[in-house]
Nanobody, 121 residues
Framework: QVQLVESGGGLVQAGDSLRLSCAASGRTFSSPAVGWFRQAPGKEREFVSYRSWSGRSTYYADSVKGRFTISRDNAKNTVYLQMNSLKVEDTAIYYC??????????????WGPGTQVTVSS
């Protein structure tokens, strides 16, 4: 069983940066990748980025490409999402989950509780 816990969210201004963390425990290698997702109020959960556990594969949604970077600290078994040049439209609850190398939300499991990111103008 895999457990994921997100942290690092907060209230920032447009243009600022935040780094989210996803601490993983359990059989994380049971799935090929870890993904970041977000859900804004009144909207469906959407894909943000994924990274294979090996690090050989990463992928980003067009809306965050060039601004967000996914990485991993093997020693801490933690996956990070570095978010730069934040925009108001990045405001959402951010979640991490494990799954295949896919952008399909439903393909992922073991969701963490999420961390709130609020970007003000």
């Amino acid at each position: 069983q895999v457990q994921l816990v997100e942290s690092g969210g907060g209230l920032v201004q447009a243009g600022d940066s935040l780094r989210l963390s996803c601490a993983a425990s359990g059989r994380t290698f049971s799935s090929p990748a870890v993904g970041w997702f977000r859900q804004a109020p009144g909207k469906e959960r959407e894909f943000v980025s994924y990274r294979s556990w090996s690090g050989r594969s990463t992928y980003y949604a067009d809306s965050v490409k060039g601004r967000f970077t996914i990485s991993r600290d093997n020693a801490k078994n933690t996956v990070y999402l570095q978010m730069n040049s934040l925009k108001v439209e990045d405001t959402a609850i951010y979640y991490c989950a494990i799954g295949p190398l896919s952008t399909v939300v439903a393909a992922y499991s073991s969701w963490g509780p999420g961390t709130q990111v609020t970007v003000s103008s």
